[in-house]
Protein backbone atom coordinates (compact mmCIF):
# COMPACT_ATOMS: atom_id res chain seq x y z
CA UNK A 1 0.00 0.00 0.00
CA UNK A 2 1.67 3.37 -1.40
CA UNK A 3 2.04 5.73 1.13
CA UNK A 4 0.07 8.62 -1.18
CA UNK A 5 -3.18 7.76 -2.17
CA UNK A 6 -4.11 8.18 -6.04
CA UNK A 7 -7.20 6.82 -7.73
CA UNK A 8 -6.32 3.32 -9.90
CA UNK A 9 -7.96 5.14 -13.27
CA UNK A 10 -9.25 8.17 -15.03
CA UNK A 11 -10.31 8.43 -18.39
CA UNK A 12 -11.29 11.08 -20.98
CA UNK A 13 -12.18 11.45 -24.31
CA UNK A 14 -9.76 13.55 -26.42
CA UNK A 15 -9.95 17.55 -26.05
CA UNK A 16 -11.62 17.16 -22.59
CA UNK A 17 -9.64 17.59 -19.37
CA UNK A 18 -8.82 14.93 -16.23
CA UNK A 19 -7.64 15.48 -13.33
CA UNK A 20 -5.43 12.94 -11.06
CA UNK A 21 -5.52 13.31 -7.38
CA UNK A 22 -3.03 12.60 -4.47
CA UNK A 23 -4.10 12.29 -1.25
CA UNK A 24 -1.44 12.38 1.87
CA UNK A 25 -1.24 12.83 5.30
CA UNK A 26 0.31 15.48 8.34
CA UNK A 27 4.14 13.79 7.44
CA UNK A 28 4.32 14.47 3.73
CA UNK A 29 1.84 16.55 1.71
CA UNK A 30 0.28 17.87 4.85
CA UNK A 31 3.57 18.92 6.10
CA UNK A 32 4.26 21.74 3.17
CA UNK A 33 6.13 19.24 1.09
CA UNK A 34 6.70 19.91 -2.15
CA UNK A 35 4.67 17.25 -4.93
CA UNK A 36 5.89 15.91 -7.98
CA UNK A 37 4.65 14.09 -11.43
CA UNK A 38 5.90 11.30 -13.30
CA UNK A 39 4.16 10.28 -16.74
CA UNK A 40 5.53 6.59 -17.35
CA UNK A 41 4.26 5.47 -21.04
CA UNK A 42 4.40 1.81 -21.33
CA UNK A 43 7.49 -0.10 -21.14
CA UNK A 44 9.32 3.04 -20.10
CA UNK A 45 10.81 4.85 -17.86
CA UNK A 46 8.99 7.81 -16.03
CA UNK A 47 9.45 11.16 -17.36
CA UNK A 48 9.60 14.15 -15.13
CA UNK A 49 5.69 16.20 -15.47
CA UNK A 50 5.79 18.74 -12.83
CA UNK A 51 8.58 19.71 -10.17
CA UNK A 52 7.78 21.53 -6.97
CA UNK A 53 3.62 21.44 -7.44
CA UNK A 54 3.20 23.44 -10.02
CA UNK A 55 6.56 24.05 -12.46
CA UNK A 56 7.06 22.28 -15.88
CA UNK A 57 10.60 21.62 -16.73
CA UNK A 58 11.48 22.59 -20.29
CA UNK A 59 9.31 20.56 -23.17
CA UNK A 60 6.76 20.09 -20.94
CA UNK A 61 3.48 21.20 -22.67
CA UNK A 62 1.22 23.56 -20.94
CA UNK A 63 -1.06 21.08 -21.19
CA UNK A 64 -0.13 19.92 -17.94
CA UNK A 65 -0.41 21.81 -14.54
CA UNK A 66 -0.37 21.03 -10.88
CA UNK A 67 -1.38 22.58 -7.60
CA UNK A 68 -1.43 21.36 -4.15
CA UNK A 69 -3.71 22.66 -1.29
CA UNK A 70 -3.74 20.91 2.75
CA UNK A 71 -2.86 17.05 2.20
CA UNK A 72 -3.77 16.77 -1.13
CA UNK A 73 -2.41 17.46 -4.75
CA UNK A 74 -3.63 17.46 -8.40
CA UNK A 75 -2.35 17.21 -11.60
CA UNK A 76 -4.81 18.90 -14.51
CA UNK A 77 -4.30 17.80 -17.96
CA UNK A 78 -6.19 19.60 -20.74
CA UNK A 79 -6.89 19.34 -24.23
CA UNK A 80 -6.43 15.39 -23.72
CA UNK A 81 -4.62 13.68 -26.52
CA UNK A 82 -4.10 10.38 -27.36
CA UNK A 83 -0.70 9.97 -26.44
CA UNK A 84 -1.40 11.33 -23.25
CA UNK A 85 -2.63 7.63 -22.28
CA UNK A 86 -0.16 6.35 -19.53
CA UNK A 87 0.33 5.81 -15.95
CA UNK A 88 0.91 9.21 -13.65
CA UNK A 89 2.55 9.12 -10.12
CA UNK A 90 2.88 11.61 -7.91
CA UNK A 91 5.88 11.96 -5.00
CA UNK A 92 6.55 13.61 -2.12
CA UNK A 93 8.96 13.83 1.01
CA UNK A 94 7.84 12.17 4.26
CA UNK A 95 8.98 12.74 7.40
CA UNK A 96 10.29 9.48 7.93
CA UNK A 97 13.22 10.97 5.82
CA UNK A 98 12.21 9.06 2.80
CA UNK A 99 11.15 9.81 -0.97
CA UNK A 100 7.47 8.44 -1.11
CA UNK A 101 5.75 8.14 -4.20
CA UNK A 102 1.96 7.27 -5.14
CA UNK A 103 0.35 4.22 -6.52
CA UNK A 104 -0.12 5.46 -9.57
CA UNK A 105 -3.21 6.31 -11.79
CA UNK A 106 -3.66 5.22 -15.24
CA UNK A 107 -4.71 7.12 -17.88
CA UNK A 108 -7.06 5.98 -20.64
CA UNK A 109 -7.91 8.13 -23.60
CA UNK A 110 -11.20 7.01 -24.74
CA UNK B 1 22.39 15.02 -23.55
CA UNK B 2 22.87 13.29 -20.17
CA UNK B 3 22.01 9.84 -20.47
CA UNK B 4 21.92 7.11 -17.77
CA UNK B 5 22.67 3.33 -18.07
CA UNK B 6 21.94 0.35 -15.35
CA UNK B 7 23.59 -2.86 -15.64
CA UNK B 8 24.00 -5.92 -13.59
CA UNK B 9 23.06 -9.19 -13.45
CA UNK B 10 19.41 -9.87 -14.40
CA UNK B 11 18.96 -12.97 -11.77
CA UNK B 12 19.90 -13.02 -8.74
CA UNK B 13 19.51 -16.27 -6.17
CA UNK B 14 17.64 -16.10 -2.80
CA UNK B 15 20.00 -14.92 -0.20
CA UNK B 16 22.64 -13.39 -2.42
CA UNK B 17 23.45 -10.00 -2.90
CA UNK B 18 22.00 -7.76 -6.11
CA UNK B 19 24.71 -5.50 -7.41
CA UNK B 20 23.83 -2.81 -10.18
CA UNK B 21 25.99 -0.12 -11.69
CA UNK B 22 24.42 3.04 -13.30
CA UNK B 23 26.72 4.65 -15.78
CA UNK B 24 26.22 8.22 -16.49
CA UNK B 25 27.30 9.76 -20.00
CA UNK B 26 26.99 13.40 -21.44
CA UNK B 27 27.75 15.00 -17.98
CA UNK B 28 29.39 15.01 -15.15
CA UNK B 29 28.64 12.49 -12.32
CA UNK B 30 30.03 15.19 -9.73
CA UNK B 31 27.16 18.07 -10.19
CA UNK B 32 24.45 16.26 -9.03
CA UNK B 33 23.39 13.61 -6.44
CA UNK B 34 21.20 10.00 -8.04
CA UNK B 35 18.93 7.73 -6.69
CA UNK B 36 17.60 4.06 -6.92
CA UNK B 37 14.21 3.11 -7.75
CA UNK B 38 12.69 0.26 -8.18
CA UNK B 39 9.61 -0.93 -9.46
CA UNK B 40 8.11 -4.15 -9.56
CA UNK B 41 5.97 -5.75 -12.58
CA UNK B 42 2.59 -4.01 -13.07
CA UNK B 43 2.81 -2.42 -9.44
CA UNK B 44 4.25 1.41 -8.55
CA UNK B 45 7.25 2.94 -7.92
CA UNK B 46 9.66 2.65 -4.38
CA UNK B 47 12.65 4.65 -3.85
CA UNK B 48 15.49 2.65 -2.87
CA UNK B 49 17.96 5.70 -2.07
CA UNK B 50 20.41 8.72 -2.42
CA UNK B 51 23.65 8.89 -2.80
CA UNK B 52 25.18 12.70 -2.71
CA UNK B 53 28.57 13.57 -4.33
CA UNK B 54 29.52 14.21 -1.11
CA UNK B 55 29.13 10.61 -0.82
CA UNK B 56 27.26 10.54 1.94
CA UNK B 57 23.78 8.46 1.64
CA UNK B 58 20.11 8.28 2.45
CA UNK B 59 18.36 5.01 2.63
CA UNK B 60 14.51 4.19 2.54
CA UNK B 61 14.47 3.13 6.23
CA UNK B 62 12.32 -0.25 5.58
CA UNK B 63 15.51 -1.10 3.16
CA UNK B 64 17.86 0.65 5.11
CA UNK B 65 19.58 -2.46 6.94
CA UNK B 66 20.07 -4.19 3.12
CA UNK B 67 21.12 -1.45 1.20
CA UNK B 68 24.55 0.46 -0.19
CA UNK B 69 25.13 2.81 -2.40
CA UNK B 70 28.69 4.08 -3.33
CA UNK B 71 30.01 6.27 -6.94
CA UNK B 72 32.82 6.30 -8.62
CA UNK B 73 33.90 9.70 -10.03
CA UNK B 74 37.31 8.17 -11.91
CA UNK B 75 34.38 6.47 -13.99
CA UNK B 76 31.15 8.35 -13.55
CA UNK B 77 29.45 5.58 -11.99
CA UNK B 78 26.92 5.17 -9.20
CA UNK B 79 26.26 1.49 -7.73
CA UNK B 80 23.58 -0.38 -5.79
CA UNK B 81 24.07 -3.10 -3.30
CA UNK B 82 21.00 -5.00 -2.27
CA UNK B 83 21.52 -7.88 0.21
CA UNK B 84 19.96 -10.75 1.30
CA UNK B 85 17.69 -10.49 -1.46
CA UNK B 86 13.88 -12.50 -1.44
CA UNK B 87 11.39 -13.08 -4.39
CA UNK B 88 9.90 -9.41 -3.18
CA UNK B 89 13.15 -7.60 -4.56
CA UNK B 90 12.12 -8.82 -8.24
CA UNK B 91 11.83 -5.81 -10.35
CA UNK B 92 12.98 -2.96 -12.63
CA UNK B 93 15.71 -0.72 -11.26
CA UNK B 94 16.43 2.49 -12.14
CA UNK B 95 18.53 5.06 -11.54
CA UNK B 96 17.75 8.73 -11.78
CA UNK B 97 19.37 12.09 -11.39
CA UNK B 98 18.22 14.19 -8.47
CA UNK B 99 17.06 17.77 -9.83
CA UNK B 100 17.32 19.60 -6.08
CA UNK B 101 16.15 22.99 -5.30
CA UNK B 102 15.48 24.63 -1.50
CA UNK B 103 12.09 26.76 -1.37
CA UNK B 104 11.13 28.26 1.92
CA UNK B 105 14.49 26.85 3.67
CA UNK B 106 13.54 23.84 2.82
CA UNK B 107 15.57 21.49 0.27
CA UNK B 108 13.60 19.01 -2.42
CA UNK B 109 14.33 16.50 -4.75
CA UNK B 110 12.61 15.12 -8.17
CA UNK B 111 13.89 12.83 -10.74
CA UNK B 112 14.58 14.37 -13.29
CA UNK B 113 16.53 11.90 -15.90
CA UNK B 114 16.02 8.30 -15.67
CA UNK B 115 18.20 5.67 -16.90
CA UNK B 116 15.91 2.58 -19.51
CA UNK B 117 16.33 0.28 -16.16
CA UNK B 118 17.29 -3.26 -15.94
CA UNK B 119 15.08 -6.12 -15.13
CA UNK B 120 16.31 -8.18 -11.94
CA UNK B 121 14.76 -11.88 -11.10
CA UNK B 122 15.65 -13.15 -7.80
CA UNK B 123 14.88 -17.21 -8.05
CA UNK B 124 17.02 -20.32 -7.47
Known amino acids: QSVLTQPPSVSGAPGQRVTISCTGSSSNIGAGYDVHWYQQLPGTAPKLLIYGNSNRPSGVPDRFSGSKSGTSASLAITGLQAEDEANYYC??????????FGGGTKLTVL | QVQLQESGPGLVKPSETLSLTCTVSGGSIISYNWSWIRQPAGKGLEWIGRIYISGSTNYNPSLKSRVTMSVDTSKNQVSLKLSSVTAADTAVYYC??????????????????WGQGTMVTVSS
Open chain 2, 96 to 113: ARNHGYCTNGICYNSFDI
Open chain 1, 91 to 100: QSYDSSLSEV
